[in-house]
């Protein structure tokens, strides 16, 4: 594990130790495979690290280079290129989505609009809809389904996070704005990944990128889950098929990669001359905009590991620390604007812009949902702990 800089950067180098030491006990107790961070304070990295298996089975270890499937990661990419749209004009946060899309207006949709979208409050199919995978990896396919559906709660009524379906009807919507033609994974190369320099992020999985793609496996089995390990793998199936558009959840990333699009994120919008964002876009989208409602999705959790209903805490396409205690994807320890995203079992990301930092974690051999939350916040207070100025 790399750790520079620290004293000046304002962090105990003995207590930052601990980060690593979790991550090496997951890897060697088989709770994952293997793991890579990034840590940075001001853009300067703190901790850069990787540890275990790309492939398990295989006796791959991993390294730097490795490919990760996002998982819902890949929602952040979407939302962001939504709200950059939203920031030139082209898309209203409270237009109905029929508007665009008039087809959709129907069985109660009427009134869907980009924000409900946004903040999983507009009522869609919140589980993984049971149709064919060459529907479920086609925005124009999906969307004709999607468009046939009666809602599961009225928009704004309540959080029921949608896993798949909401987001394929943003991309649809950020096409019918402003595609030009275009495929949707050529839109999110052109307005994101190229400016930012995410050279090896895409949707889908791009030609000679399968021998660096770390398996979608799962590290768990037996347990309650929200998700069965056998669901969760599918995914990785659905990344090899060509043609792959899955904006919810099939992208592939980086360690280096989504350490960029954090620290852009960190940054107020912009990452080396490239501007995605505007501060007071990221200002707005890091509140919680869905007050003290409860995540209902996330009901299953909460019973079958016996914790409290707590606040969904979302904000504008971010998930955001808010006040309490919560289990997630921050610590107790990080600052109530924190915000950021994460993804089925494995992977995450988060902002603190009261402390200027940024945190990208990626990782194989797939934990239960609720042990990645619980991972993920044990290693955000690791990291907050560690800094004494």
Same mark, same amino acid.
């Given at each position: 594990?790399?750790?520079?800089?620290?004293?000046?950067?304002?962090?105990?180098?003995?207590?930052?130790?601990?980060?690593?030491?979790?991550?090496?006990? &997951?890897?060697?107790?088989?709770?994952?495979?293997?793991?890579?961070?990034?840590? $940075?304070?001001?853009?300067?990295? #703190?901790?850069?690290?990787?540890?275990?298996?790309?492939?398990?089975?295989?006796?791959?270890?991993?390294?730097?280079?490795?490919?990760?499937?996002?998982?819902?990661?890949?929602?952040?990419?979407?939302?962001?290129?939504?709200?950059?749209?939203?920031?030139?004009?082209?898309?209203?946060?409270?237009?109905?989505?029929?508007?665009?899309?008039?087809?959709?207006?129907?069985?109660?949709?009427?009134?869907?609009?980009?924000?409900?979208?946004? +903040?999983?409050?507009?009522? #869609?199919?919140?589980?993984?809809?049971?149709?064919?995978?060459?529907?479920?990896?086609?925005?124009?396919?999906?969307?004709?389904?999607?468009? +046939?559906?009666?809602?599961?709660?009225?928009?704004?009524?309540?959080?029921?996070?949608?896993?798949?379906?909401?987001?394929?009807?943003?991309?649809?919507?950020?096409?019918?704005?402003?595609?030009?033609?275009?495929?949707?994974?050529?839109?999110?190369? &052109?307005?994101?990944?190229?400016?930012? $320099?995410?050279?090896?992020?895409?949707?889908?999985?791009?030609?000679?990128?399968?021998?660096?793609?770390?398996?979608?496996?799962?590290?768990?089995?037996?347990?309650?889950?929200?998700?069965?390990?056998?669901?969760?793998?599918?995914?990785?199936?659905?990344?090899?098929?060509?043609?792959?558009?899955?904006?919810?959840?099939?992208? #592939?990333?980086?360690?280096?990669?989504?350490?960029?699009?954090?620290?852009?994120?960190?940054?107020?919008?912009?990452? &080396?001359?490239?501007?995605?964002?505007?501060?007071?876009?990221?200002?707005?989208?890091?509140?919680?905009?869905?007050?003290?409602?409860?995540?209902?999705?996330?009901? $299953?959790?909460?019973?079958?590991?016996?914790?409290?209903?707590?606040? $969904?805490?979302?904000?504008?396409?971010?998930?955001?620390? /808010?006040?309490?205690?919560?289990?997630?994807?921050?610590? #107790?320890?990080?600052?109530?604007?924190?915000?950021?995203?994460?993804?089925? /079992?494995?992977?995450?990301?988060?902002?603190?812009?009261?402390?200027?930092?940024?945190?990208?974690?990626?990782?194989?051999?797939?934990?239960?949902?609720?042990?990645?939350?619980?991972?993920?916040?044990?290693?955000?207070?690791?990291?907050?702990?560690?800094?004494?100025?």
């Amino acid at each position: 594990m790399k750790q520079e800089n620290l004293p000046e950067l304002g962090f105990d180098a003995e207590r930052l130790a601990r980060v690593g030491e979790a991550i090496e006990r &997951d890897v060697e107790a088989g709770r994952c495979h293997g793991a890579a961070l990034i840590v $940075a304070r001001r853009g300067r990295a #703190v901790v850069d690290l990787v540890a275990g298996y790309a492939d398990k089975s295989a006796g791959r270890r991993l390294g730097r280079e490795a490919i990760f499937a996002t998982m819902s990661v890949a929602k952040q990419f979407t939302n962001v290129l939504a709200l950059s749209l939203v920031e030139r004009g082209e898309l209203r946060l409270h237009q109905p989505i029929a508007d665009l899309i008039p087809e959709f207006g129907t069985l109660g949709k009427e009134k869907v609009n980009l924000h409900h979208l946004l +903040t999983h409050t507009s009522g #869609v199919m919140s589980a993984i809809p049971q149709v064919p995978p060459e529907v479920l990896t086609s925005i124009d396919k999906l969307l004709a389904y999607a468009c +046939t559906l009666p809602l599961e709660s009225l928009p704004g009524e309540r959080v029921n996070y949608s896993i798949l379906l909401a987001h394929s009807l943003i991309a649809a919507v950020c096409l019918r704005a402003a595609g030009k033609g275009r495929s949707y994974a050529q839109m999110l190369e &052109d307005e994101l990944f190229r400016p930012l $320099a995410m050279r090896d992020t895409s949707l889908g999985l791009r030609k000679g990128a399968v021998e660096r793609l770390c398996p979608v496996r799962a590290a768990y089995g037996g347990i309650p889950a929200l998700l069965p390990a056998e669901a969760i793998e599918g995914v990785g199936a659905l990344l090899a098929m060509p043609g792959c558009e899955l904006p919810g959840g099939g992208c #592939v990333t980086t360690i280096g990669d989504l350490h960029r699009f954090a620290e852009m994120l960190r940054r107020g919008g912009e990452l &080396d001359g490239a501007r995605i964002l505007s501060p007071a876009m990221l200002e707005f989208c890091s509140r919680n905009h869905t007050g003290q409602l409860r995540n209902v999705l996330f009901d $299953a959790i909460s019973g079958y590991r016996r914790w409290e209903f707590y606040p $969904a805490n979302i904000g504008m396409g971010f998930f955001v620390r /808010g006040e309490g205690v919560i289990p997630g994807l921050f610590g #107790v320890l990080n600052s109530p604007r924190t915000f950021g995203g994460f993804g089925a /079992g494995s992977t995450g990301f988060w902002i603190d812009p009261e402390r200027e930092l940024s945190l990208a974690f990626l990782s194989a051999g797939l934990m239960e949902d609720s042990y990645h939350f619980e991972r993920m916040g044990v290693l955000s207070d690791l990291v907050l702990s560690s800094m004494v100025r």
